[in-house]
């Protein structure tokens, strides 16, 4: 009886003869192929479309797959797409993988192992491949296939490492081989979208020792593997879809690869991270707005320096609450409504505490209407020390970090910056920033002894947990003079810390961060804007007193900002102030 599945199949027919079907059917009970065969037999799988055999396979091991709606929510129903998975298992991902999303793009092909011809069922869905040589000529016209079918609209699988997960005696642990380029050089020449998926799990013990004997063994261990995986569930995850513009130009393939390596890893269930139940039991109502008359009355009490810059119809301020405690309440109640937005707010009817009292207010008004559009809370530390009563601390970033007598805010005078907000049919548009910066600006070329702003930006919860921890692992310098009270405690895995040692990590959070948000949000504008600044980043901390939300201090050297900001937020007294030495 002529079998279903054997080994003998991989070889051309006019080299068949008595001898070599002998050996190939010895070696296909070796290797347990005999088995697949009974499988095929038992199960009526000879025959069957790509689609009913993938099915049929998998019901056959009563395999159950876990996440596979979530990943067809994720693949675009049309369009250039480059699919890329790790691949723990060496045989049974494949089937899984190109079932699940073919049923979304039936136009998927799968760039895969050769050895996988011997489910001819499938061969439709397959562009074949040496993955375990990288020059093997014959693989020349596989990937030109692969390359031609994105560059038409298609949609591609791909299993980047060429061989299946092992044991890694440097790494200590189970993991990928390095990835093939081909997915960055793929990506890049179609300009295709990236999808990463990662496939959770391993194989039996068995597999891993012998492996560690002798690689090889590894590939002949794959169909005992695949039949192991008998009523098993099989977990699938994918990030979200990462355009190719996403991923920086000047990048090379290498380092593109590797990157979108770890974006498959950053998938793995076994590295996610929950925040903390909100504190807030219930939002109180807002309390009523203040009237733009009665701000108007406030601020034309003001002296005139008070005033710092006008643009169009807008006035940027800055003055105390004990001049202005009106126009406080109003931007205290802007404050709490903007912060819930972002699952930030107190949930009480104003964001306000003593702090407000003290602190200086730099906010900016819609002229006509007096309406305040967005704000800062400033905190200048020689004022705020030389009123300290000595029993409490002045500085309200004081409850979120220990702060050593080393750091800035005890050495000199300087800024402390928070509570930043801009109302939100401005928060679209760089106009809003740009004049708090201008208005920033403007204040210390009147008081030119502020050499250094320090602060933090908030890292909104609307942020996936793995955000904040790349974000954190990628921009802090850790210091003894500065550290958190309340520490994030979700370190990146391993993976991506061992990338990390090897690539610059901030230059690919655009793209890290792409994979990773549901909507694609990038990191903050705020800290993008630091970033250009030249800020130092210190620590990451967790402030409880604020929804337990995270925030990454930060300080600035003002008079070493680059030139061109010096003088778009400074104007005229730039080079004033860049020469300024304390008397």
């Not at 139940?277 to 109502?285: G, Q, T």
Request: net charge positive; proline share 4%.
């Amino acid at each position: 009886m002529t079998t279903a599945i054997s080994l003998l199949k991989l070889v051309p027919l006019e080299k068949h003869n008595a001898v070599l079907a002998g050996v190939m059917g010895l070696i296909d009970r070796l290797l347990a192929i005999h088995r697949l065969d009974h499988l095929y037999r038992e199960h009526q799988l000879t025959g069957k479309s790509k689609e009913e055999f993938a099915l049929a396979l998998l019901e056959a091991l009563n395999v159950t797959i876990e996440g596979a709606q979530s990943l067809q929510q994720k693949v675009p129903q049309k369009g250039a797409l480059v699919i890329a998975s790790n691949h723990p298992f060496g045989g049974i991902e494949g089937v899984i993988l190109a079932y699940v999303i073919g049923q979304i793009r039936a136009d998927l092909k799968v760039l895969a192992n050769q050895g996988l011809q011997l489910f001819s069922e499938l061969s439709d869905y397959f562009i074949f491949t040496n993955p375990l040589s990288e020059r093997d000529p014959k693989n020349g016209p596989s990937l030109r296939a692969s390359l031609r079918h994105v560059k038409q609209g298609g949609a591609l699988l791909i299993f980047p490492a060429g061989r299946v997960s092992y044991y890694q005696a440097d790494k200590k642990r189970i993991s990928e081989h390095q990835w093939n380029r081909i997915v960055a050089n793929l990506v890049t020449r179609s300009q295709a979208h990236y999808l990463p998926v990662f496939v959770s799990g391993q194989n039996s013990p068995l597999f891993y020792r012998l492996g560690r004997i002798y690689y090889r063994l590894r590939m002949l261990m794959l169909p005992r593997e695949l039949l192991n995986k008998r009523n098993s569930s099989i977990e699938i995850s994918a990030g979200s879809c990462i355009p190719a513009n996403a991923f920086r130009a000047d990048t090379s393939d290498i380092e593109q690869t590797a990157l979108q390596r770890i974006q498959s890893y950053a998938q793995d269930p076994a590295w996610r991270h929950t925040w903390p139940e909100s504190n807030v039991v219930k939002l109180k109502r807002l309390i009523d707005q203040v009237s733009g008359s009665v701000i108007k009355s406030e601020l034309e009490k003001l002296a005139e320096n008070q005033t710092l810059l006008s643009y169009r119809n807008l006035d940027v301020y800055y003055a105390y609450q004990e001049q202005i405690p009106q126009t406080v309440k109003e931007i205290a109640r802007l404050r709490e409504s903007v912060f819930r937005e972002h699952d930030e707010g107190s949930g009480n009817s104003l964001d306000t505490d003593d702090f407000d009292q003290t602190y200086t207010h730099l906010f900016i008004v819609e002229r006509e209407a007096g309406r305040i559009i967005g704000a800062y809370r400033m905190g200048q530390s020689d004022r705020l020390l030389s009123g300290a009563s000595g029993k409490t601390d002045p500085f309200y970033l004081s409850a979120m970090f220990n702060f050593s007598s080393d750091f800035i805010n005890r050495k000199e005078p300087c800024l402390e910056m928070g509570r930043s907000f801009l109302i939100p049919e401005y928060q679209n548009s760089f106009q809003g920033l740009l004049l708090l910066w201008r208005g920033i600006g403007r204040f210390v070329c009147q008081f030119p002894q502020y050499r250094t702003l320090y602060g933090t930006v908030s890292l909104s919860k609307l942020y996936d947990p793995r955000s904040v921890s790349l974000i954190e692992h990628a921009l802090v310098t850790p210091t003894p003079n500065a550290t958190a009270r309340t520490q994030l405690g979700f370190p990146v895995s391993a993976e991506i810390a061992d990338f990390a040692r090897q690539y610059p990590l901030a230059n690919h959070l655009t793209s890290l961060l792409a994979g990773i948000e549901k909507d694609g949000k990038d990191i903050p504008i705020l800290l993008k804007h630091y970033q250009k600044l030249g800020a130092k980043f210190h620590c990451l901390g967790i402030d409880s007193n604020f929804n337990y939300t995270p925030g990454l201090l930060l300080s600035v050297e003002l008079a070493n900002a680059p030139e061109k900001l010096g003088k778009l937020y400074l104007g005229d007294g730039w080079e004033t102030y860049k020469d300024y030495k304390e008397k």
